[in-house]
T-cell receptor, first 113, second 113 residues
């Protein structure tokens, strides 16, 4: 089965600083990778998804993720954190169409004014 | 377009009581699933369905039943509630495309006393 590991259950950054949330996946070809965001008391919302052949994937709200096959990583970044980015972020991997999703344990992002 | 709709939003049960969490989607998705979210554990798959009449167990199926009589609906039944089932429950669906993401409902917060 697929799996993802998110390093750091809590990350704090200052407003305007770089956001880096880490995700490593178990090796599989091809990987179907996703990042989701969850705001308090809400469901999960898709931030971005990996597209085969791409190395940098752009998502909503200024987030992007870099796919590195050699490191089996799909880290999420944003150049400048905003207060509204405070949320829980989940990395997920899928077996493929119609198959299960496997989620990481999540990273809670705090943005310090 | 409502997407994935879950009811109720909140529920309190006594140990031993039964109830059904409702989930409906209007995107004509074949794949539907139920997750529970607990602090520090991410999202864990309870049951899923790849189409009407077809269901299968996920990672944590004990104490839960599902059925899928229509494409739109995928209810989750708690047969005899236990305090360990206190959690936030999310229903999600996805299309059949290769890289289709999961679409989530807003969740049901269940407390079992």
């Amino acid at each position: 089965a697929q799996s993802v590991t998110q390093l750091g259950s809590h990350v704090s950054v200052s407003e305007g600083a770089l956001v880096l949330l880490r995700c490593n996946y178990s090796s599989s070809v091809p990987p179907y990778l996703f990042w989701y965001v969850q705001y308090p008391n809400q469901g999960l919302q898709l931030l971005l998804k990996y597209t085969t052949g791409a190395t940098l994937v752009k998502g909503i709200n200024g987030f992007e993720a870099e796919f590195k096959k050699s490191e089996t990583s799909f880290h999420l970044t944003k150049p400048s954190a905003h207060m509204s980015d405070a949320a829980e972020y989940f990395c997920a991997v899928s077996d493929g169409p119609g198959n299960q999703f496997y989620f990481g344990t999540g990273t809670s992002l705090t943005v310090i004014p | 377009n409502a997407g994935v709709t879950q009811t109720p939003k909140f529920q309190v049960l006594k140990t031993g009581q039964s109830m059904t969490l409702q989930c409906a989607q209007d995107m004509n998705h074949e794949y539907m699933s139920w997750y529970r979210q607990d602090p520090g554990m991410g999202l864990r798959l309870i049951h899923y369905s790849v189409g009407a009449g077809i269901t299968d167990q996920g990672e944590v199926p004990n104490g839960y039943n599902v059925s899928r009589s229509t494409t739109e609906d995928f209810p989750l039944r708690l047969l005899s509630a236990a305090p360990s089932q206190t959690s936030v429950y999310f229903c999600a669906s996805r299309g059949t495309g290769t890289n289709s993401p999961l679409h989530f409902g807003n969740g049901t917060r269940l407390t079992v006393t």
